[in-house]
């Protein structure tokens, strides 16, 4: 049974003004450079789509698929890329897009995997991240909104593949996790 929306977190006008505030800031930040924007499909892809729409420098996009093993709703930290980037980002400015930050596990991966390949710089942009204890040290530059640990749907993030067409970001019932 699919679990019931419990709690709004983040409405359409917060999102859109948070989204504006990262794009801004990235705008000023690499002013004079062009930019490649890196989606972590599928759950990035909404957020990047508004996002770069509102940058103002030069973009490029590309996207990784990665799958992270665990359970449901948990990541282990066991990472296997299944659709690699198209272009080379050797030499070229890269923000990885992120929907959420956890555990940071996956992101501490995709950082390692993007390093090796000779970016001329590397930054992350994450929507949201969780404020939970003992997280994996990744520095996101940019971040949306800082939420509790719980489970968020909607804005593109889903819980089996459901809700990823909300236009808010709510919490789902804890008996379903
Ligand atoms: P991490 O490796 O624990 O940071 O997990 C990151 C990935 O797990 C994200 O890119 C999401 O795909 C997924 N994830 C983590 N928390 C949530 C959530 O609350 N809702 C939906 N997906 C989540």
Redesign the pocket.
Known sequence: MAPRIEKMMLTPEEIREGVWRLARQISTDYEGKEILLVG?LK?AFVFLADLARLITVPVQFDFIAVS?YGSATK?SGVVRIKKDLDMDVRGKHVIIV??????????AYLMRNMLARGPASLEVCALLE?EIPGKSEVNIKYVGFKIPDV???GYG??WAENYRNLPYIAALSKDSQ
């Open positions: 972590v759950g992270s990541t992120e929907d959420i930050v956890d555990t940071g596990l996956t992101l969780k489970f968020v749907v993030l889903d």
